[in-house]
């Protein structure tokens, strides 16, 4: 499994168009980062916990794939409480370590902000297949296929980098100049690696023209991207968490805009 | 699809070069379904191309005329502008900012960047031609870009993955693939296309034996099927010979050398030709004479070579201390430089490729390693190389080897692997440290700390003995394939290591650059130098060797 090929199943989350995946995530997001109160935090968490029994992933593969956000946001939670804007009873200061009231509250919120936005972006990108996005960006979102098509192919590279590297870090050895400094080489050798890659860019891009990419013909796309029910019903669930989210905490008194003062 | 065996026109209007006749450019070359459609005239008239930058004209004055059909292997010394023709018929070659063009080129009579997508051109490395995920949607690739309707682009992907004889699933992962079947895959990716003109570039430089057949079978299956015009370069033409119908050698000064029927040009021209570094049955580079092998090893140091000596004097300590160690083993009959016993390597940490291995290597003697893809051979050379930690098993170096580092050869310095073991790497890219030849070469010498009079004599004295000399300020990034297995085999020797361990060290080179080194080699291993080789060459093991180990294939469950 590579980047390329991420993990495929009959679910049928895999087939949903990832330009609606995309889109789904950008509605949680967008509406969460509005506010930050703890009340629209954790009714969308617990709606989307129940959503993520359709995500298509076993739970250790779901653990596994969203560790990052799970220790991400704990930190973003414990700086929150020493640093977060003061307000109501003080339990601790040193310097600028100022332990209140609000800067509890300010954390529980980041926490579950952190955790109700990160979670459904990682699912949801978790199934998407770069080859279908391209499809998408390109047939759905129209954007201009030079750039999604050669993005695309340079995605490929990654690959070969990482055998480069290991390469590069051996002839350095073999050379007699694997003895310096860890930081020195470490720059000598992403430099080299830099050098290498822009010659493999090019020959892909030889390779490309040699098919024909660039002309003037307008392109046709072997892979239909389509966009239907079942993408509107993911965008749909989606605004309808964000919707449900921010009722509740409108009603309950606790939403607050961003940057208005609490 | 079912067409029968095309007919090539007749040889006599073929070999009129400079023939001005555009009525017999060939229009009719827009794709129906099946392979072909028709090839295409090429024409060059006084055709010339000069990249930018550059002083000399890579091709000059160049008339040429292949008719529709013809199949052509087109030859010439490194250098000859082959590869800077091909790219310019495939249209690849850039625009006004690139180069210098002069005189007239045409493919199907209008220019090749207006005629791309008749054009198919497949190029020598099979890693820089996949371009997507998987193999299907490889394939459509090209079709998509020339406007292909659906159905017809899938349709077009089986009829070409049919025909190269690749049978995996669409969604089979192209990363996957091995050398050869990456190169069939794009091969088919071409012939999806239905291109008028087929272009190969050194298809098989960068492919094992194995490979190379395979893309040799199914180039020779399409063209049954095709009316393509056909042109490959290729430096082995034993591979391509029955396949074509006509030979072109380019001119280095420009122009065309000699032209016409294989039988006729490679018996008149075979001598000129493998002496320029065209593989020619019949015409077998030299091969050298080794003073001594595995019987008499390690008695023939050194033999007074003054490409050895030179400044021998001041070789360092450790090269001063190998060759007291040295003396004193001659006496004793061989050296034993390292000793494996019940070796496992793994390139990455826990997954072996390969376990149990027992080998020995003395001083003077050469070993091969040989064995199919993927069998762990590079794996086990750069272990017995210290550059990867042994997964199992002993590896363990000869005291006077050594040389006071220890007997772990993992754990000896960078730099004191310099005088110890020369490793040169499969891609010489990756071994390059400088800007220039001349400091490559001085990167070894620096690093031991060698005094600035004795490191530019080693380096005059290597640049003049691999002909390296003229590219000294040249950026070792822009020498050709063979100048850069050249520098990559100097740049090693500069520091005079016991032990070399080469990587593929004669792949995709030219028969001239193999006999160089190849005589180098041997006048090493004379002069006591110990040398492990992974090669697929057997006329390089059988030159060389002194005995061969054969990997066998990688055992299930060794991932």
């Known amino acids: 499994m590579s980047i390329l090929t991420p993990t495929r199943g009959t679910h049928v989350v895999y087939s949903i168009n990832p330009v609606a995946k995309l889109a789904a995530a950008f509605v949680l997001s967008f509406t969460l980062v509005l506010s930050i109160d703890w009340v629209s935090a954790s009714v969308a968490l617990?709606?989307?916990?129940?959503?993520?029994?359709?995500?298509?992933?076993?739970?250790?593969?779901?653990?596994?794939?969203?560790?990052?956000?799970?220790?991400?946001?704990?930190?973003?939670?414990?700086?929150?409480?020493?640093?977060?804007?003061?307000?109501?009873?003080?339990?601790?200061?040193?310097?600028?370590?100022?332990?209140?009231?609000?800067?509890?509250?300010?954390?529980?919120?980041?926490?579950?902000?952190?955790?109700?936005?990160?979670?459904?972006?990682?699912?949801?990108?978790?199934?998407?297949?770069?080859?279908?996005?391209?499809?998408?960006?390109?047939?759905?979102?129209?954007?201009?296929?030079?750039?999604?098509?050669?993005?695309?192919?340079?995605?490929?590279?990654?690959?070969?980098?990482?055998?480069?590297?290991?390469?590069?870090?051996?002839?350095?050895?073999?050379?007699?100049?694997?003895?310096?400094?860890?930081?020195?080489?470490?720059?000598?050798?992403?430099?080299?690696?830099l050098v290498l890659s822009?010659?493999?860019?090019?020959?892909?891009?030889?390779?490309?023209?040699?098919?024909?990419?660039?002309?003037?013909?307008?392109?046709?796309?072997?892979?239909?991207?389509?966009?239907?029910?079942?993408?509107?019903?993911?965008?749909?669930?989606?605004?309808?968490?964000?919707?449900?989210?921010?009722?509740?905490?409108?009603?309950?008194?606790?939403?607050?805009?961003?940057?208005?003062?609490? | 699809m079912a067409r029968g065996r095309s007919v090539p026109p007749p040889r006599g209007s073929a070999a009129v070069a400079g023939s001005s006749d555009p009525a017999g450019a060939v229009a009719g070359v827009a794709g129906g379904a099946g392979t072909g459609g028709g090839g295409a005239r090429v024409e060059a008239r006084g055709?010339?191309?000069?990249?930018?930058?550059?002083?000399?004209w890579a091709v000059s004055q160049l008339d040429l005329v292949i008719e529709p059909g013809e199949r052509v292997l087109l030859l010439g010394a490194s250098g000859a502008g082959k590869s800077t023709l091909i790219s310019a018929l495939a249209g690849v070659l850039g625009g006004d900012d690139e180069g210098e063009q002069s005189g007239e080129l045409s493919v199907g009579g209008v220019r090749p960047v207006d005629a791309r997508g008749r054009v198919g051109l497949l190029l020598q490395d099979p890693d820089s031609q996949v371009m997507l995920a998987r193999v299907g949607d490889d394939v459509a690739f090209g079709c998509e870009n020339l406007g292909v309707s659906r159905d017809e682009i899938w349709q077009r992907v089986a009829e070409a993955l049919d025909a190269v004889g690749l049978r995996v699933p669409l969604s089979h992962p192209t990363s996957e693939l091995s050398g050869g079947q990456k190169q069939r895959l794009a091969l088919a990716g071409v012939l999806a296309m239905q291109p008028s003109l087929l272009l190969l570039d050194?298809?098989?430089?960068?492919?094992?034996?194995?490979?190379?057949?395979?893309?040799?079978?199914?180039?020779?299956?399409?063209?049954?099927?095709?009316?393509?015009?056909?042109?490959?370069?290729?430096?082995?033409?034993?591979?391509?010979?029955?396949?074509?119908?006509?030979?072109?050698?380019?001119?280095?000064?420009?122009?065309?050398?000699?032209?016409?029927?294989?039988g006729d040009v490679l018996v008149e021209r075979g001598a000129e030709l493998a002496a320029s570094g065209v593989w020619v049955p019949g015409f077998p580079p030299a091969r050298p004479v080794r003073r001594a092998r595995l019987s008499s090893a390690g008695s023939g140091w050194p033999v007074g070579d003054d490409w050895s000596e030179g400044g021998g004097s001041a070789a360092g300590l450790d090269a001063d201390q190998q060759r007291a160690a040295h003396a004193a083993a001659s006496g004793l009959g061989v050296e034993r430089l390292l000793r494996a016993t019940d070796l496992s390597v793994a390139r990455v940490k826990g997954r072996a490729v390969a376990v149990g291995l027992a080998l020995e290597i003395e001083r003077g003697t050469a070993t091969a390693i040989t064995g199919p893809n993927g069998a762990g051979k590079s794996t086990l050379a750069l272990t017995l190389a210290g550059l990867l930690p042994p997964l199992a098993g002993r590896l363990e170096a000869g005291e006077a080897f050594a040389a006071g580092a220890g007997p772990s050869p993992i754990r000896w310095m960078s730099r004191q692997l310099l005088t110890r073991v020369g490793t040169v790497f499969q891609d010489?890219?990756?071994?390059?440290?400088?800007?220039?030849?001349?400091?490559?070469?001085?990167?070894?010498?620096?690093?031991?700390?060698?005094?600035?009079?004795?490191?530019?004599?080693?380096?005059?004295?290597?640049?003049?003995?691999?002909?390296?000399?003229?590219?000294?300020?040249?950026?070792?990034?822009?020498l050709s394939g063979g100048e850069k297995r050249r520098l990559s085999v100097a740049t090693v020797l500069a520091t005079r290591p016991s032990l070399l361990v080469l990587d593929e060290p004669t792949f995709g080179q030219d028969s001239r650059t193999w006999a160089e080194l190849v005589a180098l080699l041997a006048e090493l291993l004379d002069e006591g130098t110990a040398l492990v080789a992974v090669t697929h060459d057997t006329d390089f093991v059988d030159a060389l060797a002194d005995r061969e180990l054969r990997m066998p294939a990688r055992a299930e469950g060794l991932a």
């Open chain 2, 202 to 262: 050194e298809p098989t430089a960068n492919l094992d034996p194995e490979g190379v057949r395979e893309i040799r079978d199914s180039v020779a299956r399409v063209l049954e099927h095709s009316e393509a015009t056909f042109v490959v370069i290729e430096h082995r033409v034993e591979i391509w010979r029955h396949l074509v119908n006509r030979v072109v050698v380019l001119a280095p000064g420009g122009g065309v050398l000699a032209d016409g029927p294989p």
């Open chain 1, 198 to 262: 822009i010659r493999r860019g090019s020959k892909l891009a030889t390779a490309m023209e040699a098919r024909g990419f660039g002309s003037t013909i307008e392109r046709t796309y072997a892979r239909e991207s389509r966009f239907g029910w079942r993408e509107a019903v993911l965008i749909a669930l989606a605004a309808l968490v964000a919707l449900v989210a921010v009722t509740v905490s409108v009603s309950t008194g606790t939403w607050n805009f961003i940057g208005s003062a609490s």
């Open chain 2, 47 to 56: 055709w010339g191309w000069r990249h930018a930058g550059r002083a000399a």
């Open chain 2, 428 to 478: 010489p890219e990756h071994q390059f440290l400088s800007t220039t030849v001349r400091g490559e070469l001085a990167v070894g010498p620096r690093a031991l700390k060698l005094p600035q009079a004795e490191i530019d004599e080693r380096v005059d004295a290597l640049l003049a003995r691999l002909r390296l000399t003229a590219l000294a300020a040249a950026n070792p990034f822009t």
């Open chain 1, 46 to 193: 617990v709606l989307e916990g129940i959503l993520f029994l359709w995500a298509g992933l076993s739970a250790r593969q779901f653990f596994l794939r969203t560790l990052p956000v799970w220790v991400a946001a704990p930190a973003a939670a414990v700086t929150t409480v020493l640093y977060g804007r003061p307000a109501g009873a003080t339990y601790f200061q040193l310097y600028l370590i100022h332990v209140t009231d609000g800067s509890f509250e300010l954390a529980l919120a980041t926490l579950l902000r952190v955790l109700a936005i990160g979670l459904p972006a990682v699912v949801l990108f978790v199934t998407i297949d770069p080859t279908d996005l391209a499809d998408g960006l390109a047939q759905v979102l129209h954007l201009p296929s030079r750039f999604v098509l050669g993005g695309l192919a340079g995605l490929r590279l990654v690959g070969l980098f990482l055998d480069d590297w290991r390469s590069l870090q051996l002839a350095r050895r073999a050379r007699g100049v694997g003895d310096s400094g860890r930081i020195r080489r470490f720059f000598s050798q992403g430099f080299a690696l």
